[in-house]
């Protein structure tokens, strides 16, 4: 089976047009907010070392940017990574990759890039982060300095381990390279509950994959919570308050209902929250177990990754890798 064609082109031009607009700001705010997040990025990556034990890499080429330039950014980044075709006859996946991204865009407060580059690109998109810190009426500076944490991290674990991005990248592309074929059990479960979401549209063998790298996913963004919130009110004093008004709008979003339920179920957003919660329970409880370095193994080689079984079984993993 062939992967799909994409208007990778259309889809980057598209994109940025079908983002909704940010939060209103003046001039003078847009210009501190975009210093401001600078400035927490680089104050971030020492204390991230610090809290994860991991070396720190040279600091990686930090953006701040609106909506449209980091749905454009990841429109490149898909088409380096699932390595499909660029062509005219994928228009209609180009339109909607264009449109989901769009709708993405406007609840990312940061990303790591780390393929196509000598060294790993960190988006920070500052008017989601304007719209967060209003919303959750947090400090602003605390609330910067905590977004750039979880980011920082990400940008330690990619170093620790040099394979990793490639290993993604080649998961990711194998699975794009397959087309999507309809479990009959899926539908019959879809049609009995009356809904359907994207994941049902794969046999099990596609779905197999998609949950071992969601456990690779869980790990990361799990490992990147613990270490924003590991910091403490030393460096963030109000890192507490982030973390139980962060809870309550996750928690929110996850109760929506109608069209917003649609959207976040299209875009897998509740799945991502849960490997959130799942990821970091994991990487607590290792840490409880074998420590901080005994945790850090997890970094040495593709094999010492977690499994979907393991992410949900911290101890198994603990005895598979330390005996």
Not at 115 to 135: I, Q
Not at 164 to 179: C, M
Not at 239 to 252: D, E, I, K, T, Y
Not at 283 to 311: F, K, Y
């Amino acid at each position: 089976m062939s992967a799909p064609a994409v208007d990778w082109d259309l889809a980057a031009r598209l994109a940025p047009t079908l983002v909704r607009p940010g939060p209103p700001s003046t001039l003078v705010e847009r210009a501190l907010l975009v210093e401001s997040l600078r400035s927490a990025a680089a104050t971030a990556l020492p204390h991230a070392a610090r809290v994860t034990g991991l070396e720190p890499p040279e600091a990686p080429q930090t953006l701040v940017v609106d909506r449209g330039t980091w749905a454009r950014a990841n429109v490149r980044a898909l088409h380096r990574v699932t390595r499909a075709e660029r062509s005219r006859r994928g228009a209609g996946t180009g339109i909607e990759l264009a449109g989901a991204l769009a709708l993405l865009s406007g609840s990312v407060l940061g990303q790591v890039e780390p393929w196509g580059a000598d060294r790993p690109r960190l988006l920070l998109v500052a008017p989601n982060v304007l719209a967060t810190e209003r919303g959750l009426d947090v400090p602003p500076d605390d609330f910067r300095l905590w977004v750039a944490l979880h980011e920082q991290a990400h940008v330690l674990q990619f170093a620790a381990a040099p394979w990793l991005a490639g290993h993604l990248a080649d998961r990711v592309a194998a699975l794009w390279a397959q087309q999507p074929r309809v479990s009959p059990a899926a539908l019959a479960r879809a049609a009995r509950a009356r809904s359907l979401s994207p994941l049902d549209l794969l046999h099990p063998e596609q779905r197999a994959e998609v949950d071992r790298i969601g456990a690779v996913m869980s790990l990361l963004e799990g490992h990147a919570d613990v270490a924003m919130d590991a910091v403490g009110t030393a460096v963030i004093p109000s890192v507490r308050l982030l973390r139980r008004r962060f809870g309550r709008r996750r928690a929110a979003g996850a109760r929506a209902t109608g069209l917003r339920r649609v959207v976040r179920t299209v875009l897998g957003v509740d799945v991502k929250m849960a490997q959130y919660a799942q990821g970091a329970a994991f990487v607590r409880t290792v840490r409880r177990r074998v420590g901080r370095d005994g945790l850090n193994a997890i970094w040495s080689a593709p094999d010492q990754l977690p499994s979907p079984a393991e992410i949900a079984d911290p101890a198994a993993w603990v005895r598979r890798v330390h005996g």
